[in-house]
């Protein structure tokens, strides 16, 4: 089925994608980059909600980073100044169509110059930045300008085929959407954001059921380092991303500084937790310490919602 597609086209980047683990973070980056936009991880994380987001499967799998409706990233991610599209359909019997309508909208986005993102184009379930097409392949470009070809048909696309697109520029009311942030934030560290998978524990609980998880030897162990890895790049981001808002909002500066410490403390606490996990063995015989500290960071997360709460009240 491939034949009916022909040509090829790449856009080269003038920049280098950032290299993280969180794929949506990294090629929305550059995508918004491409569009002029001037923004870097942090900026993404915060704006869209990543950055607070806390989803942990009861077996500790690692689908928990991206197991939700992404359409909550999207009205943040627009916030930024860029008009943001996402196109997705669910894995069935249409898949062979759909992988077709999908592949050829990239294609006309590339032949007007514009990258977009394709879920499941990379070694593993994640967001890949598309940046051409050779025939019936999507050019990929990843981090330190590594480039990789993907059959259009043959995307890791785990429960959905997806794609998002940017559209057109304009004038974001900074300091309105700031406060959209804040909101954003709280909501998905409370859990009560009506967009992931009923099977997973989302928000602050989340901490709780990842401790029992390892407390009762159900972690499966990949999960729990890819999870550990995940979340605490993302909390640092969250950490990084309440210090800027500080610095723009004074008057709610000490509560956006105090959620930052939380959001620290909390990244500390993870990392401490993988230098206890570095086996399978290592986690059955650390696993209530290893437990204790995801415990605690579900604490520091809920004070960090309860700073930005207060905070919201006090930014123009």
């Given at each position: ?159 959905r085929i997806a794609g998002i697109f940017a559209g057109e520029r304009f004038e974001p009311e900074y300091r309105r959407e700031e406060r959209k942030a804040v909101v954003r934030a709280v909501r998905l560290l409370h859990g009560t954001v009506a967009c992931f998978d009923a099977d997973y524990f989302s928000g602050v609980r989340a901490f709780s059921a990842w401790g029992d998880a390892v407390a009762q030897a159900r972690a499966d162990y990949d999960g729990l380092i890819y999870n550990l890895l995940c979340y605490y790049e993302l909390q640092l981001l969250a950490a990084g991303f309440c210090v800027r ?72």
């Amino acid at each position: 089925m491939g034949a009916q597609f022909s040509g090829e086209k790449i856009i080269d980047l003038n920049f280098s994608l950032p290299d993280c683990l969180n794929s949506y973070l990294g090629a929305m980056t550059a995508l918004l980059r491409v569009r002029g936009i001037r923004c870097d991880l942090t900026d993404v994380a915060g704006m869209s909600g990543y950055a607070f987001i806390i989803n942990i499967h009861p077996e500790l799998l690692p689908t928990g980073p991206v197991a939700f409706d992404w359409e909550v990233l999207i009205e943040g991610t627009r916030a930024l100044g860029v008009e943001v599209e996402l196109v997705a359909v669910a894995r069935g019997d249409n898949d062979e169509t759909n992988f077709t309508e999908l592949f050829q909208r990239v294609r006309d986005e590339i032949e007007a110059g514009r990258p977009c993102i394709v879920w499941g184009a990379g070694d593993g379930p994640q967001f890949g930045l598309v940046t051409g097409y050779r025939q019936d392949r999507y050019v990929v470009t990843g981090a330190k300008g590594k480039r990789e070809e993907i059959s259009y048909d043959q995307l890791k696309a785990v429960w959905r085929i997806a794609g998002i697109f940017a559209g057109e520029r304009f004038e974001p009311e900074y300091r309105r959407e700031e406060r959209k942030a804040v909101v954003r934030a709280v909501r998905l560290l409370h859990g009560t954001v009506a967009c992931f998978d009923a099977d997973y524990f989302s928000g602050v609980r989340a901490f709780s059921a990842w401790g029992d998880a390892v407390a009762q030897a159900r972690a499966d162990y990949d999960g729990l380092i890819y999870n550990l890895l995940c979340y605490y790049e993302l909390q640092l981001l969250a950490a990084g991303f309440c210090v800027r808002l500080a610095k723009k909002h004074p008057q709610a500066s000490p509560y956006l500084k105090n959620a930052a410490r939380c959001f620290q403390s909390s990244f500390h606490n993870l990392e401490q937790a993988g230098k206890l996990a570095s086996s399978p063995a290592e986690v059955r015989q650390n696993s209530e310490p290893i437990a204790r500290l995801l415990r605690v960071c579900g604490e520091q997360n809920e004070q960090a919602a309860g700073e930005l709460e207060r905070a919201f009240g006090l930014m123009e």
